[in-house]
């Protein structure tokens, strides 16, 4: 089975403070991804990389940089959190190419006071 | 890039009635249509997807069709159970890596 995971599942930040999101996902897949999701909005894509050290802006990348120095880890930072990014964070990974399934992890829930 | 509309937002139905959730996309290259199922607290899973060259797909209760003229793809579940409440995301992939997603179904099973 693949296996993504997230380094928690509840992150309390104050406004201000740099926040590190990491993702790590078993199965040496090739694509990563960071998704943001929000009542009636769906689920954003933030930021994909497609190999390692490899990064591309998705929909809504501003306020947020990635780090993928290892194939299996991906990492969502949050240079200045601010309180509009509170929100539900999800990673997903898959093998690269078309039509392949995206595997999510459990997400976090981030809350910047 | 891709726009991804979905519809409805929320939708109830009896237990034993038959659910449809519609999806559109805009650009004619979108290729690859996954649907996934997040049940309450849990991680999306893939539950059905669809490529550009197949109309219509099934597997057991869930089926999902393709009309590439008209640019949209929709979820059917047929016989509902009180499990198949959750929200449903559609998906639209055009060649390359990244995933368009729709706004999601917040679908009610009343037993």
């Known amino acids: 089975d693949v296996k993504v995971t997230q380094s928690s599942r509840y992150l309390v930040k104050r406004t201000g403070e740099k926040v590190f999101l990491e993702c790590v996902q078993d199965m040496d897949h090739e694509n990563m991804f960071w998704y943001r999701q929000d009542p009636g909005l769906g689920l954003r894509l933030i930021y994909f990389?497609?190999?390692?050290?490899?990064?591309e802006k998705g929909d809504i990348p501003e306020g947020y940089s990635v780090s993928r120095e290892k194939k299996e880890r991906f990492s969502l930072i949050l240079e200045s959190a601010s309180t509009n990014q509170t929100s539900m964070y999800l990673c997903?990974?898959?093998?690269?190419?078309?039509?392949?399934?995206?595997?999510f992890g459990p997400g976090t829930r981030l809350t910047v006071l | 890039g891709e726009n991804v509309e979905q519809h409805p937002s929320t939708l109830s139905v009896q237990e034993g009635d038959s659910a449809v959730i519609k999806c559109t996309y805009s650009?004619?290259?979108?290729?690859?249509f996954p649907w996934y199922k997040q049940e309450l607290g849990k991680r999306p899973q893939l539950i059905i997807d669809i490529r550009s060259n197949v109309g219509e797909k099934k597997d057991q209760r869930i089926a999902v069709t393709l009309n590439k003229t008209a640019k949209h793809f929709s979820l059917h579940i047929t016989e509902t159970q009180p499990e198949d409440s959750a929200v449903y995301f559609c998906?639209?992939?055009?060649?390359?890596?990244?995933?368009?997603f729709g706004t999601g179904t917040s679908l009610t099973v009343i037993p």
């Open positions: 650009d004619s290259a979108s290729n690859y």
């Open positions: 998906a639209a992939q055009i060649t390359g890596n990244q995933f368009y």
């Open positions: 997903a990974s898959r093998v690269g190419g078309q039509g392949n399934e995206q595997f």
């Open positions: 990389s497609y190999d390692v050290k490899m990064k």
